[in-house]
């Protein structure tokens, strides 16, 4: 993946090897590494912010991926510039990006299953 090198990588590894039961969903995978959202609004603002409860090493290396995409990638880049013209703050870009990637490591990390539900068609023979 772009901008994932082998301390992130290694980071984000050992942290769903640790707790295999905490991969049933890319949610839960989002919280274990601490970038589920929480709801913190309080009067007339409406706004979310990072699970705390999550692995510090996974959230870290989710932030450094995120710096390097937002030095070098240009899909990021122009991401950042859109949310910026609506009115989102770094800060809350940066938590929207860090859930975007977890989501994105977990589909690599857990193999896909729509192999072993769908059993090969059988083979004709003649």
Wanted: aromatic share 6%; with cysteine; hydrophobic share 35%.
């Amino acid at each position: 993946m772009y901008g994932v090198g082998p301390d992130s990588a290694s980071a984000l590894l050992i942290a769903a090897g640790d707790n295999p039961e905490r991969l049933a969903s890319e949610a839960s995978f989002a919280a274990l590494c601490g970038t589920s959202p929480v709801e913190a609004s309080s009067g007339k603002t409406q706004r979310r912010r990072l699970n705390r409860g999550g692995d510090r090493q996974a959230n870290a290396a989710l932030y450094r991926i995120i710096l390097s995409r937002l030095r070098w990638d240009h899909r990021t880049q122009n991401y950042l510039q859109r949310r910026l013209t609506e009115g989102k703050t770094r800060r809350e870009i940066i938590r929207c990006l860090k859930r975007y990637i977890a989501r994105e490591i977990y589909r690599l990390i857990v193999p896909t299953r729509q192999a072993t539900d769908h059993p090969a068609p059988a083979q004709a023979t003649a």
